[in-house]
């Protein structure tokens, strides 16, 4: 039986799952879920089985593969409900895409070799480059009604990195819009601010980008003009609101504040949390900065879906889709799915001293839900 390293289930979705396993090269095994089944060949295999029926529970077996007590390897999992309704609008979201980015890893305060970083082979592209071609492509492969990137662009907010982005994201053509993130505000306080706060509509429904950006600094911020704007703006529309922005909220639950969080600052999240009460047709917050996946929800927001998405740049290397009915959404998280993609998120699987991994992927049931309404 082949040797199957670092098993794990990406994705679910309303009608398929996608399980992600190493082996040696060209070994060939064969994946099964619910019944159906796909073959794939080393050393990196992404095993997308289709065909499932929604809201079922459905065995997933790896051919040599042992399940254990690891949380990010189930026996069995559950397909998404889909949603009620007809279909309005796909979205596509990216962040934490950081063109110019040539060491993975690096936190300034702390030196390389006590976390460990990684540095692309002198024979490779940029690795930003890598991740983020392959993402687009399958971007143009869904073909959604819009893109949407939530910010770190770039590595040091320069004009030369923004234009990196702009060129590759503009394949995407005028259905991509972007929000900047804390490193593309380093230099210049206006560059990839784009205007925001803004709104694009498609279909009956509205997705809001704000700028959360403290410039020069790594926290976050939404302005009390923002949340105004915000408030009036969801006051006068009658479908479902999407915000975006890159810093993640704060807990609205916390017994303690603090005064150096490096997301949104507690008085500002928990402004946009009053707004959120109010208007009802509010229905999530998407973020990216922590590059990790993680759903909070507080009674102080009724309940929506605040959430953060992993990075593109690195393990495990994703991009988000949004595909909203008009009885609710599923958010379906993708592992960009080349072998130089899945080679160089391999090697950035253990970073931090070896906590990435379990601090990036989170709960499957972060990655991957239907929210309905």
Same mark, same amino acid.
């Given at each position: 039986?082949?040797?199957?390293?670092?098993?794990?289930?990406?994705?679910?979705?309303?009608?398929?799952?996608?399980?992600?396993?190493?082996?040696?090269?060209?070994?060939?095994?064969?994946?099964?879920?619910?019944?159906?089944?796909?073959?794939?060949?080393?050393?990196?295999?992404?095993?997308?089985?289709?065909?499932?029926?929604?809201?079922?529970?459905?065995?997933?077996?790896?051919?040599?593969?042992?399940?254990?007590?690891?949380?990010?390897?189930?026996?069995?999992?559950?397909?998404?409900?889909?949603?009620?309704?007809?279909?309005?609008?796909?979205?596509?979201?990216?962040?934490?895409?950081?063109?110019?980015?040539?060491?993975?890893?690096?936190?300034?305060?702390?030196?390389?070799?006590?976390?460990?970083?990684?540095?692309?082979?002198?024979?490779?592209?940029?690795?930003?480059?890598?991740?983020?071609?392959?993402?687009?492509?399958?971007?143009?492969?869904?073909?959604?009604?819009?893109?949407?990137?939530?910010?770190?662009?770039?590595?040091?907010?320069?004009?030369?990195?923004?234009?990196?982005? *702009? =060129?590759? !994201?503009?394949?995407?053509?005028?259905?991509?819009?972007? &929000?900047? #993130?804390? @490193?593309?505000?380093?230099?210049? +306080?206006?560059?990839?601010?784009?205007?925001?706060?803004?709104?694009?509509?498609?279909?009956?429904?509205?997705?809001?980008?704000?700028?959360?950006?403290?410039?020069?600094?790594?926290?976050?911020?939404?302005?009390?003009?923002?949340?105004?704007? *915000? =408030?009036? !703006?969801?006051?006068?529309?009658?479908?479902?609101?999407? &915000?975006? #922005?890159? @810093?993640?909220?704060?807990?609205? +639950?916390?017994?303690?504040?603090?005064?150096?969080?490096?997301?949104?600052?507690?008085?500002?999240?928990?402004?946009?949390?009053?707004?959120?009460?109010?208007?009802?047709?509010?229905?999530?917050?998407?973020?990216?900065?922590?590059?990790?996946?993680?759903?909070?929800?507080?009674?102080?927001?009724?309940?929506?879906?605040? &959430?953060?998405?992993?990075?593109?740049?690195?393990?495990?290397?994703?991009?988000?889709?949004?595909?909203?009915?008009?009885?609710?959404?599923?958010?379906?998280?993708?592992?960009?799915?080349?072998?130089?993609?899945?080679?160089?998120?391999?090697?950035?699987?253990?970073?931090?001293?070896?906590?990435?991994?379990?601090?990036?992927?989170?709960?499957?049931?972060?990655?991957?839900?239907?929210?309905?309404?």
């Amino acid at each position: 039986m082949p040797e199957i390293i670092h098993p794990e289930v990406m994705s679910v979705g309303t009608d398929d799952v996608t399980v992600f396993f190493r082996t040696a090269e060209s070994v060939p095994v064969v994946t099964r879920v619910g019944g159906r089944e796909v073959t794939t060949t080393g050393p990196y295999h992404l095993a997308h089985v289709t065909g499932l029926e929604s809201g079922a529970e459905v065995g997933v077996d790896v051919e040599g593969a042992v399940h254990g007590d690891d949380p990010h390897f189930p026996r069995t999992v559950t397909t998404l409900v889909r949603p009620p309704g007809r279909l309005l609008a796909t979205v596509a979201t990216a962040n934490d895409v950081h063109f110019g980015e040539t060491v993975c890893g690096r936190i300034h305060t702390v030196p390389d070799e006590e976390l460990g970083v990684a540095i692309p082979r002198p024979d490779e592209p940029p690795y930003p480059q890598t991740m983020n071609d392959a993402a687009i492509d399958e971007m143009l492969e869904l073909d959604p009604d819009l893109v949407l990137v939530k910010g770190d662009l770039t590595c040091e907010g320069t004009v030369e990195e923004y234009q990196q982005f *702009l =060129d590759a !994201y503009g394949r995407l053509g005028d259905r991509m819009h972007h &929000v900047r #993130g804390n @490193h593309d505000a380093m230099r210049d +306080d206006t560059m990839a601010l784009e205007g925001a706060p803004y709104a694009v509509e498609r279909d009956g429904v509205s997705f809001v980008m704000l700028d959360t950006v403290r410039p020069g600094t790594e926290f976050g911020r939404i302005t009390a003009a923002q949340i105004d704007w *915000l =408030d009036e !703006y969801a006051a006068a529309a009658s479908n479902p609101v999407f &915000v975006f #922005g890159h @810093h993640n909220l704060w807990d609205l +639950d916390a017994e303690e504040r603090s005064a150096s969080y490096f997301g949104v600052n507690c008085d500002d999240s928990e402004a946009f949390g009053e707004v959120v009460l109010r208007r009802t047709n509010i229905v999530g917050y998407f973020a990216g900065h922590t590059h990790r996946h993680r759903i909070r929800r507080s009674e102080r927001a009724r309940f929506i879906p605040c &959430v953060e998405v992993g990075a593109t740049k690195d393990y495990p290397g994703v991009w988000a889709e949004y595909r909203i009915h008009e009885g609710g959404f599923t958010q379906v998280v993708h592992r960009i799915s080349t072998q130089a993609a899945m080679d160089w998120t391999e090697r950035t699987r253990f970073l931090y001293a070896g906590m990435y991994r379990d601090y990036s992927l989170g709960p499957l049931e972060h990655r991957c839900y239907t929210e309905l309404w």
